[in-house]
């Protein structure tokens, strides 16, 4: 009797559990020809896509970021009147709705941006000049006080964070480099770390000068996509000292691949499992081309990647993301204008093609953002 009991309490605890809901999510899509960010529902069984709005930009789309509590969205902008670039903020609605709030001023057009965790501080990196700058957010909004300025190397092409926020890494891709640096929460200064910066891979092969970087959700460990020549390098990180060593480099081409190809963009899947790469064939751009995104496996244990494939793509794959479930990818066409959507095989990691999105034109930057349930705009 007493083990029957017990059963009809843990039975009726599962009863009585709530169920778990997958939060809904939008995908924003920045469009430099239309100079807008149109979104995009996610259906989080199917992956399929419904366009439910659109805002316009002061000027030509850039990238995109989120505030650390996802309720405001930067955009970085050029093509400004009386000044060349600056960063647009949203405020951003509890059904992912965006109000353009105002535009500051930065010093230069800039490839990639990134608020830290504190919500204080937006990061740059400059990619034509070779600088990193931070500039001070107040109450979400980014302002144009610039609390730090730091001259590197020109093609300073991404700026991103480890998961504790303390530290900072840049990806330069011709001096093939990744500089690291402390972050001072207090003032936004950025401190160079020791070494300053950790040499790409082997310039003696093809894959080398990193572009984009991705840290592991769980382990010690991050990712570059390495534009020349496409290919894909693990670091090992040191989360007491901030720094990288390299572990691993991989080419991101199929072996029958012929021209010339750059890598580009990088994610790694919500359950730390697969980690992709986009190739930009660059032999003819405006060309029907041999565009692809190449995935890898990740071992849970050591972080070591094995090529799991290559999966034909939109033109020129300039950005992609992973939506928040982990089951879809999307990818978009600097030069097809298209938008490919895949569904991630869970066990293999395997891309499958399922839909095409014609967008407005030049799409730059991609990423998906949760919302409050049944609260998607009509």
């Given at each position: 009797m007493k083990l029957l009991s017990l059963l009809g309490v843990s039975v009726a605890l599962v009863l009585c559990q709530p169920a778990i809901v997958q939060a809904d999510q939008l995908l924003y899509l920045a469009s430099t020809k239309d100079k807008s960010i149109v979104a995009y529902s996610v259906d989080n069984r199917s992956g399929k896509l419904q366009r439910k709005f659109?805002?316009?930009?002061?000027?030509?789309?850039?990238?995109l970021t989120f505030s650390p509590d996802k309720k405001f969205v930067y955009a970085a902008v050029t093509g400004l009147k009386g000044r060349t670039a600056g960063v647009t903020t949203f405020q951003r609605n509890a059904d992912g709705t965006l109000h353009l709030l105002a535009t500051a001023k930065i010093k230069t057009r800039t490839p990639y941006i990134r608020a830290d965790r504190s919500g204080k501080y937006l990061l740059a990196a400059h990619y034509a000049t070779g600088e990193v700058t931070v500039y001070r957010i107040v109450d979400g909004l980014c302002t144009d006080e610039m609390v730090e300025y730091l001259k590197t190397e020109k093609t300073a092409h991404c700026v991103e964070f480890d998961p504790s926020g303390k530290f900072v890494f840049v990806p330069h891709t011709s001096p093939n480099k990744v500089y690291q640096y402390r972050l001072d929460?207090?003032?936004g200064?950025?401190?160079p770390n020791d070494p300053p910066f950790v040499k790409?891979?082997?310039e003696n092969h093809n894959y080398h000068q990193p572009r984009h970087y991705a840290h592991h959700p769980t382990l010690n460990?991050?990712?570059t996509s390495n534009e020349k020549g496409g290919g894909i390098s693990a670091w090992k990180?040191?989360?007491?000292?901030g720094t990288l060593k390299l572990m691993q480099t991989l080419p991101t081409l199929p072996q029958d691949f012929t021209g010339r190809s750059a890598a580009a963009d990088i994610h790694i899947s919500p359950n730390g499992r697969f980690v992709y790469v986009s190739n930009r064939d660059v032999t003819q751009e405006r060309t029907a081309g041999k565009d692809t995104l190449a995935g890898f496996s990740l071992d849970p244990k050591t972080g070591k990647m094995t090529s799991i494939g290559h999966f034909a793509t939109t033109r020129v794959p300039r950005s992609f993301c992973i939506d928040l479930t982990g089951q879809f990818l999307y990818a978009v066409g600097q030069r097809s204008h298209k938008l490919f959507a895949y569904?991630?095989?869970?066990?293999?990691g395997k891309l499958s093609h399922f839909a095409t999105l014609e967008t407005g034109g030049v799409p730059i930057w991609v990423m998906c953002g949760e919302v409050e349930d049944n609260c998607l705009p009509k």
């Open positions: 659109q805002v316009e930009l002061p000027g030509n789309a850039g990238p929460a207090k003032t200064k950025l401190i790409g891979p082997d460990m991050a990712y990180f040191d989360p007491k000292k569904r991630i095989n869970q066990k293999t």
